[in-house]
């Protein structure tokens, strides 16, 4: 879905239409897509490392969907308990943070064994670049814990449901963890391990048919997460103002609770989406030692500033 | 607690097998028509030149040494970020000094031009 959207926004953005002959909209052509990738060649180069290069792409497309078990995506009884999501674990977001990260170990190892410059230099760039924004991002994210007092993700959503969502209540944290959450996901104006002009087609230079599918199709699902976790960290997850008092949880059916608060999760997420989508065709790239300066001399002082002055706030008041 | 980690180990173990079977079937379907030419690493349509498994940048090796100290900082404030209300003062005080420390660590990184490339 993401990437029929992405490509029909890209081309509504650059005045042109767009896939839009398979299905409704061109709806399915993603699927086509993979259809057909499935029925092309899959070369393996001759040099390359045979076990780690198949193993990468499942490296890579394997992570971001687990991380979105813990997410949670709606609720039946506007959290006095019931919490819909695949788990609801005490360390949330802990495990979102574990998880994502082994992300970088498949662009790595895609980069070294595939056996060529192009990819080497890819895989190198994208792994120090993931590693270095990680570091912004957890401390980013310490300042919600302390805001919030709880890992568990829902018990996040619950504050933000009391207390204001964290885009108000932290606004420095929203733009620093944006900025980290782009270069995480390897979406321009990061998109250094692939820049196309100048190193072809970065990690995945050598791969083709289903295994480059499963890299691209890994990178979609990371943004996808990647778009959960913020709505959950910081646009107040399936709450939305007054919406409980049109369906107050005594007298609507748990049923319907659950329907709403999951419209409104995926409203939310569909949003964030297209603000990536939107960046990506909107900003130039940026250098890849303008990018790790940016991350090593702004964003992380910036984001220990941002526990400090937290920790100032709470205890003012 | 132990029950609420097992939704995850089923979903995982569908996200492998899904991801499996696209291997599997990179695999089995589609053609197979190899040539020396088609299997050579890809440098643009010359001849591939020099090694490919060669000297990378000191500062990759860096990053990731300085990856691995903040992170265990990182992981280090997280118990102090939850309790931290519970603390007294001294806690928050304490956690400045500790971070403090870490500034002028990040300060010396810097002015020793790790992050400069040239």
């Known amino acids: ?214 890299f691209f199709m890994g990178e979609y699902i990371a943004m996808a997460t990647m778009s959960a976790i913020i709505v959950t960290l910081f646009l107040g997850g399936w709450s939305f103002p007054w919406i409980e008092t049109l369906f107050p949880s005594g007298s609507s059916s748990v049923i319907v609770i659950a329907i709403v608060s999951i419209t409104v999760f995926m409203g939310k997420v569909t949003a964030m989406l297209f603000f990536f989508i939107w960046v990506r065709w909107t900003l130039p790239r940026i250098r890849w030692d303008q990018l790790m300066k940016q991350g090593w001399k702004i964003l992380i002082p910036l984001a220990l500033l941002n526990i400090v002055l937290t920790a100032v706030f709470k205890f003012i008041w | 607690m132990k029950e609420n980690y097992f939704p995850i180990l089923i979903y995982s173990i569908v996200v492998i097998g899904l991801a499996l079977s696209f291997l599997m079937m990179a695999q089995y379907f589609g053609p197979r028509r190899k040539s020396k030419q088609k299997l050579e690493p890809y440098e643009c349509g010359v001849e591939p030149f020099d090694s490919h498994r060669r000297k990378f940048h000191v500062k990759f090796y860096l990053i990731a040494t300085f990856f691995i100290l903040f992170d265990i900082e990182t992981v280090f404030l997280i118990p102090w970020a939850v309790t931290f209300k519970e603390m007294s003062m001294i806690a928050v005080f304490e956690m400045f000094f500790f971070l403090f420390i870490l500034g002028i660590g990040l300060i010396y990184i810097l002015k020793k031009r790790v992050f400069d490339w040239d």
């Open chain 1, 1 to 214: 879905m993401s990437l029929w959207a992405e490509r029909r926004i890209s081309a509504f953005i650059q005045d042109r239409l767009g896939p839009n002959r398979v299905g409704p909209l061109g709806l399915f052509q993603p699927v086509a897509d993979v259809i057909k990738f499935i029925f092309k060649e899959d070369i393996v180069p001759e040099r390359a490392n045979k076990f780690i290069y198949n193993l990468a792409p499942l490296i890579a497309f394997i992570p971001p969907l687990i991380t979105f078990a813990v997410i949670p995506y709606g609720t039946t009884d506007w959290g006095l308990g019931g919490n819909l999501a695949i788990a609801d674990i005490g360390i949330g977001i802990l495990f979102i943070l574990a998880v994502s990260s082994i992300n970088a170990y498949g662009l790595a190892y895609g980069g070294w064994a595939s056996f060529s410059k192009y990819s080497l230099l890819g895989g190198l760039r994208s792994a120090a670049q993931i590693i270095s924004f990680e570091i912004a991002m957890g401390l980013v994210v310490i300042s919600l814990l302390m805001s919030a007092g709880s890992v568990n993700l829902n018990d996040m959503v619950l504050y933000q449901k009391e207390n204001g969502w964290f885009i108000f209540t932290q606004p420095l944290a929203f733009i620093l963890f944006m900025i980290t959450a782009f270069a995480e996901t390897n979406r321009l104006p990061f998109d250094m391990p692939e820049a196309e002009s100048e190193l072809v087609g970065g990690y995945h230079t050598e791969y083709s048919g289903l295994k480059f599918a499963m």
